[in-house]
């Protein structure tokens, strides 16, 4: 296998790089926060617990130590300068303000310019990478927008995001069923309606 094509995988923030998961301490922090609720973190069931969640953070977090900007260094010069749009791109993340899940679908469409297009997984890794971090879901949208504009320099590009917060359906508000939509628009999608409905018709089409 070319091993040039194989670098999408293996990028990584220089700032995140250096925090990698300390898994001992989040094992730790589990065993006193099991105490803090007043459970035994030495009975037989909760003994490997610490453990369990260390791995699993490692995993939902993983996103901390990739830029998903670096996915859309992969660049096919193909002379296409009409829509791509990939939509129904599940993600799971972590709400930022109280560490509990939101998921859903992300949609992300550009308009490409200068044979700039990218390869199709690579939208659905960038919104991964970003979706794998404590988040907001604004930030999601904004983001993926953002490097794709960044990278590709396209005449525009959009991202909308839904999804259900568990912070708002299993607690406080307690509203099973309330989706939250985001959009984020840029370039041509911000200043052609047109452009922006044919968006927002193919994401209605089964
Ligand atoms: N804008 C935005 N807000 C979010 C997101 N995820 C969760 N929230 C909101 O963050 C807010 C935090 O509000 P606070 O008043 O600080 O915390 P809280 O007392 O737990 O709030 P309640 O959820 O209303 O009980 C809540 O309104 C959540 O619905 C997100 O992705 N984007
Ligand atoms: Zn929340």
Request: net charge neutral.
């Amino acid at each position: 296998m070319d091993q040039t094509k194989r670098k999408d995988i293996d990028y990584t923030n220089d700032q995140t790089t250096k925090n990698k998961v300390n898994r001992p301490q989040i094992e730790q922090a589990i065993r006193l926060l099991l105490e803090a609720v007043g459970e035994d973190p030495t009975r037989e069931g909760l003994l490997d617990t610490p453990k369990r969640v260390a791995k699993m953070y490692e995993e939902m977090f993983e996103g901390l130590h990739i830029n998903p900007k670096e996915y859309f260094k992969t660049i096919f010069n193909e002379d296409h300068e009409e829509l791509v749009f990939v939509k129904d791109i599940s993600f799971y993340s972590m709400c930022e303000h109280h560490l509990v899940p939101f998921y859903g679908k992300a949609h992300v469409a550009y308009l490409p310019k200068d044979g700039k297009v990218t390869g199709l997984s690579k939208l659905a890794r960038a919104v991964e990478a970003t979706a794998r971090r404590p988040q907001l879901q604004e930030r999601i949208t904004s983001t993926v927008v953002d490097a794709i504009m960044d990278m590709l320099a396209p005449h525009g590009a959009m991202v909308i995001v839904e999804a259900e917060h568990m912070c708002m359906t299993m607690r406080g508000v307690r509203k099973p069923g309330a989706m939250t939509m985001t959009t984020a628009a840029r370039g041509v999608f911000e200043t052609d309606s047109v452009r922006r409905n044919e968006v927002l018709t193919l994401m209605k089409t089964t």
